[in-house]
């Protein structure tokens, strides 16, 4: 009777213990272009915040795509990039990027492929109206194997943004 009770005790423990499910670990993910990428990503927004095209220009390669926030705007390439951004700076003072998040962009299966992607808000100050604007912002980037920007996608109300700095009370 002993022996069954030992038994039974002995089965009871086994089946609880293979009816726990396997534990896999997650996969390694290696994130170092991610990082080199989104180093160069970051000054770009702290070249453009402090209106200093010359210190953008290297990180940008020559072949640069920017898809610019306005609706109907065609894709630029360098020099009209360049001259955008300038505009912006031309016509904004105190640009800052904050409430920042950074992400590393994903391939067709949902692995980290190099690009950057973040989300924040830029805030500026007029400088015809003296009207300080803050939008929210999404900005995507994706690199060549220089870790330089081959293409800027930016997604904000640009349109809202000069509606505001414009106004007058």
Same mark, same amino acid.
């Given at each position: 009777? $002993?022996?069954? *009770?030992?038994?039974?005790?002995?089965?009871?423990? /086994?089946? =609880?213990?293979?009816?726990?499910?396997?534990?896999? #670990?997650?996969?390694?993910?290696?994130?170092?272009?991610?990082?080199?990428?989104? &180093?160069?990503?970051? *000054?770009?927004?702290?070249?453009?915040?402090?209106?200093?095209?010359?210190?953008? $220009?290297? =990180?940008?390669?020559?072949?640069?795509?920017?898809?610019?926030?306005?609706?109907?705007?065609?894709?630029?390439?360098? @020099?009209?990039? =360049?001259?955008? %951004? $300038? /505009?912006?700076?031309?016509?904004?003072?105190?640009?800052?990027?904050? @409430?920042?998040?950074?992400?590393? /962009?994903? !391939?067709?299966?949902?692995?980290?492929?190099? #690009?950057?992607?973040? #989300? /924040? #808000?830029?805030?500026?100050?007029?400088?015809?109206?003296?009207?300080?604007?803050?939008? %929210? &912002?999404?900005?995507?980037?994706?690199?060549?194997?220089?870790?330089?920007?081959?293409?800027?996608? @930016?997604?904000?109300? &640009?349109?809202?943004?000069?509606?505001? &700095?414009? $106004?007058? !009370?």
């Amino acid at each position: 009777m $002993k022996r069954l *009770k030992i038994l039974s005790l002995v089965l009871v423990v /086994g089946l =609880l213990f293979s009816c726990q499910p396997t534990v896999q #670990s997650e996969p390694e993910v290696d994130l170092t272009t991610y990082n080199l990428n989104l &180093a160069t990503a970051q *000054k770009f927004f702290a070249t453009f915040s402090s209106e200093d095209l010359e210190v953008q $220009k290297p =990180l940008l390669c020559p072949g640069v795509t920017h898809y610019a926030p306005f609706l109907g705007s065609e894709p630029a390439k360098m @020099d009209a990039m =360049l001259a955008n %951004s $300038k /505009g912006w700076m031309d016509n904004f003072d105190d640009i800052s990027y904050g @409430d920042s998040k950074w992400f590393p /962009g994903t !391939d067709d299966s949902g692995k980290p492929n190099g #690009s950057v992607m973040t #989300s /924040g #808000s830029w805030t500026a100050t007029s400088v015809a109206t003296g009207n300080v604007v803050t939008v %929210s &912002a999404f900005h995507t980037f994706v690199f060549n194997a220089k870790n330089q920007i081959h293409e800027v996608r @930016d997604y904000f109300d &640009a349109t809202g943004v000069m509606a505001a &700095a414009m $106004k007058v !009370d």
